[in-house]
Nanobody, 125 residues
Framework: VQLQASGGGVVQAGASLRLSCAASGRTFIPNAMGWFRQAPDKEREFVAGIGRSGSNTDYADSVKGRFTIARDDAKNMLYLYMSSLKPEDTAVYYC???????????????????WGQGTQVTVSS
């Protein structure tokens, strides 16, 4: 599976952005998907995840209520809708995929098999 993230940019606090992740290639097992982010001098952290069915989602407390993860399997796309952005949301955002046998969402980045290249989101105050 190859992943390509896009949609980052420089925005002011309070603005909205939509990140996209295009997936190509195939696995025999459908994938759980996730968004992670990494700020300078910090570890990569879980932002949001979605199970293979699309109905099971999970969010980091820091983004709950502001971010929404969604997938469109017909288009092989993953999205992250971000609103009410804050300067502390500034980071490189990565999408990731993990073949799963059930509808679980996984938070640990080390478990994911496939990663996109990242897209920079910068939120100014």
């Amino acid at each position: 599976v190859q992943l390509q993230a896009s949609g980052g940019g420089v925005v002011q606090a309070g603005a909205s952005l939509r990140l996209s992740c295009a997936a190509s290639g195939r696995t025999f097992i459908p994938n759980a998907m996730g968004w992670f982010r990494q700020a300078p001098d910090k570890e990569r952290e879980f932002v949001a995840g979605i199970g293979r069915s699309g109905s099971n989602t999970d969010y980091a407390d820091s983004v709950k209520g502001r971010f929404t993860i969604a997938r469109d399997d017909a288009k092989n796309m993953l999205y992250l809708y971000m609103s009410s952005l804050k300067p502390e949301d500034t980071a490189v955002y990565y999408c990731a995929a993990l073949p799963m046998l059930d509808d679980s969402v996984v938070r640990a980045p080390g478990i994911y098999n496939y990663w996109g290249q990242g897209t920079q989101v910068t939120v100014s105050s």
